[in-house]
């Protein structure tokens, strides 16, 4: 992670405002699309992590407890899941040796989980409306020649952002900066 940087926030004039370009995306050029996408969220990263954590925050003021509770929610699940795929085997023994355990295990976690399943609602509101918001402002802004430029700098290399690095991980790296 040495060397990674996070880019500056851009200027709303340039996020959003006057000079900022948008047109619909060519739906039948699916790389083209995809390439754009790509290319604004290297170089809009930072006003759309700003973006996010703010409607996060919005959510959170309205709905504080149920943000609370469903993002606790959510974490354990995830937890549960990771912790069940590590040990498998284990787990299956378990329900073989203790069927009744196992059965009001089962049953008290589907009671729990519908019990707080409008803080999980809510919560997941709060986190997928941002990535839609994301998405759709990637998809239909136009990249200018500044954008262009940032993301020849991040492809080959001189560059390393936090956005980088994600789009790496996913498999998406070849086509940023192209």
Do not use: C
Request: glycine share 6%; hydrophobic share 50%; proline share 4%.
């Amino acid at each position: 992670m040495a060397g990674v940087q996070p880019p500056p926030l851009r200027s709303l004039d340039d996020f959003l405002l006057s000079s900022a370009r948008f047109a619909a995306p060519d739906v039948r050029d699916l790389d083209r699309w995809n390439n754009r996408i790509i290319n604004n969220l290297l170089y809009y990263q930072s006003n759309y992590l700003a973006l996010a954590l703010g409607l996060l925050l919005v959510v959170g003021y309205f709905q504080p407890l149920q943000l609370v509770v469903g993002a606790t929610v959510v974490t354990l699940l995830f937890l549960s899941f990771v912790w069940v795929a590590e040990n498998q085997a284990s787990i299956r023994r378990f329900r073989r040796n203790h069927p009744t355990i196992s059965l009001l295990a089962i049953l008290l976690a589907s009671y729990l989980f519908v019990s707080v399943l409008g803080g999980v609602a809510v919560f997941l509101f709060g986190i997928a409306f941002p990535i839609m918001m994301v998405l759709v402002h990637a998809s239909v802004r136009r990249r200018s020649l500044k954008n262009k430029l940032e993301n020849k700098l991040e492809s080959i290399g001189l560059k390393r952002t936090p956005m980088g690095l994600l789009l790496e991980a996913l498999g998406q790296e070849q086509e940023a900066g192209s």
